[in-house]
């Protein structure tokens, strides 16, 4: 399956013909801010995967990545994966196809360091992995006393080293606007 990059200027509404994407010009799936304003050692990565040097950004659009939330859809095989492809080998399957995806799971379940130590270990260099933060701190913590859930969180996705992409926020619907309460970033590695 060879994967297009079709991309699109932020400030002119033309977009530029499709291209085939060669191991070389990898990019990803998520909407990636330009490299100088990204956190956690990943903009060298994203700064091999777009070409561009860090904070050399000016004057060219930021890079939309493609990927989904998630790898392992039991519905998917015969149609994204070959019938006899075993599961446990379908993370390395979805990344020569895509460079990035979201970590779902983290949400109900943080992980072991260890599981994404794993997954950095059956992935291509430049691939990018957007991880949704647990639900504690955000539906039952609330935003509020973040740091211990914060640190636990850190502790074991960076383990994902430079593919450690956006770390995804997923608000409960119930929960006010609070000013103070978003500023809970302070001071916890998130800015």
């Not at 991309?7 to 010009?25: G, K």
């Not at 995806?101 to 130590?117: C, G, I, Q, S």
């Not at 794993?118 to 509020?144: E, G, N, Q």
């Not at 619907?173 to 302070?186: K, R, Y």
């Amino acid at each position: 399956m060879s994967r297009t990059v079709q991309e699109v200027s932020m400030t002119e509404p033309t977009v530029t013909p499709l291209e085939p994407v060669t191991e070389d010009r990898r990019r990803a799936v998520a909407v990636v801010a330009h490299p100088a304003d990204l956190k956690f050692d990943t903009a060298a990565a994203v700064a091999r995967r777009t070409g561009r040097a860090s904070g050399s950004s000016a004057g060219r659009p930021p890079m939309i990545l493609l990927g989904t939330s998630g790898w392992q859809y039991r519905d998917w095989r015969g149609r994204f994966y070959p019938a006899g492809l075993p599961q446990r080998l379908w993370l390395e399957h979805f990344a020569g196809r895509f460079a990035t995806v979201e970590v779902n799971n983290a949400f109900y379940r943080l992980p072991e360091r260890d599981t994404f130590a794993a997954w950095r270990a059956r992935t291509p260099d430049d691939f990018c992995v957007a991880v949704k933060m647990s639900r504690y701190l955000t539906h039952i913590k609330r935003l509020r006393e973040p740091a211990e859930p914060v640190a636990r969180f850190l502790d074991r996705a960076t383990a994902l080293g430079d593919r450690l992409g956006p770390v995804l926020l997923q608000l409960p619907p119930t929960l006010a606007a609070d000013v103070p309460a978003l500023d809970c970033a302070e001071g916890t590695g998130f800015r």
